[in-house]
Nanobody
Framework: QVQLVESGGGLVQPGGSLRLSCAAS????????MGWYRQAPGKQRELVTR???????DYGGSVKGRFTISRDNAKNTVYLQMNSLKPEDTAVYYC????????WGQGTQVTVAS
């Protein structure tokens, strides 16, 4: 079994920054890809960004240049640094980890409002 624990969400003003973390624990031999999805009210869940085991990254068009994904393999943790936040970034953010199967975090709320 694999457990994912997310942290770092909250309320921030437009233009502000937040950093999300997601730590994986349990029976882990090696983690392939790690990433973040988000789901805004009334919208479908969408990929925000992902990072492979060799560090290759991929970003959704709306967050390019503002968000940065990184991972600490020793800690089985993935991070999402979010800068220049906009109200349209408001959503529940979900961590995902691929360890053979796909595992989802419980989600953390990010609200961007003045």
């Amino acid at each position: 079994q694999v457990q994912l624990v997310e942290s770092g969400g909250g309320l921030v003003q437009p233009g502000g920054s937040l950093r999300l973390s997601c730590a994986a624990s349990g029976t882990i031999l090696s983690i392939n890809a790690m990433g973040w999805y988000r789901q805004a009210p009334g919208k479908q869940r969408e990929l925000v960004t992902r990072i492979t085991s060799d560090g290759t990254t991929d970003y959704g068009g709306s967050v390019k240049g503002r968000f940065t994904i990184s991972r600490d393999n020793a800690k089985n943790t993935v991070y999402l640094q979010m800068n220049s936040l906009k109200p349209e970034d408001t959503a529940v953010y979900y961590c995902v980890v691929v360890i053979g199967a796909l595992y989802w975090g419980q989600g953390t709320q990010v609200t961007v409002a003045s």
